[in-house]
């Protein structure tokens, strides 16, 4: 016992070890739901070094704990070996080395074998925003201008460019029809039916919530005569 902790304390397993702990405090927070695996992918590409297709926090957290079971392995071995102090401490430094590249290739051939499951997502696009409701951020929306604000699927908020076709009829609670133009003006709900790529804006239409048919309705009974 003490002299797995005289290894664990010496270098250079302590600075793995130090990594070590870091790493174990992250996967309880992800237990605990305070963080997600996920929440480095879009800060480190890992990609370069041979490690992408999985999670970041996953690859690095492989690679911290094989560097530090090497580090401790070398330096148990190290201390039980009769050379100087000059020696040793060149042999310190080449366990540490020799630990990262022993890591990085197991973690390397890991990740080669296991990459499959986990599909990679597609980039986000601007088509994922046909069909979402949004909130109009300019006086009026035109033909030649306007914009809103719709929220993604992450949660997040962008400003877009819209369009309207209208004069769009409108619908009210009691469906009734009546002959009065919706229009589309500041605050106001707007439903993006279509995307123009050239002329990069979405085209809008007046919302009423009233009138959501709900996720499973079928594309022709969205309001407007939205396609999505």
Do not use: K
């Not at 911290?64 to 042999?91: C, K, P």
Request: aromatic share 10%; glycine share 10%; hydrophobic share 50%.
């Amino acid at each position: 016992m003490n002299e797995f902790l005289s290894a664990a304390l010496g270098f250079p397993a302590v600075i793995f070890g130090a990594a070590l702990v870091v790493v174990v405090c992250f996967w309880l927070l992800v237990l605990a739901g305070a963080a997600g695996h996920d929440s480095f992918d879009a800060d480190l590409d890992t990609g370069p070094a041979g490690l992408g297709g999985v999670p970041v926090s996953i690859s690095v957290s492989l690679l911290v704990v094989f560097a530090w079971f090497g580090s401790m392995t070398g330096t148990v071995l190290l201390r039980r070996s009769e050379t100087g102090s000059i020696t040793r401490a060149v042999l310190a430094v080449a366990v540490l080395a020799g630990s990262l590249v022993l890591a990085w290739a197991a973690v390397r051939l890991l990740v080669h074998r296991f990459r499959r499951y986990f599909p990679a997502e597609p980039p986000p696009s601007r088509l994922d925003f046909v069909g979402s409701v949004c909130t109009i951020r300019t006086g009026s929306v035109t033909a030649r201008f306007g914009q809103a604000e719709v929220v993604s699927r992450d949660g997040s908020t962008a400003i877009v460019q819209v369009r309207t076709a209208g004069p769009f009829p409108t619908v009210s609670r009691l469906s009734r029809p009546a002959a009065e133009e919706a229009p589309l003006v500041m605050g106001g709900s707007g439903l993006l039916y279509a995307y123009d790529e050239d002329g990069e804006f979405f085209w809008v239409s007046p919302y009423d919530a009233a009138l959501d048919p709900g996720p499973n309705a079928r594309p022709h009974e969205l309001p407007g005569g939205a396609t999505g």
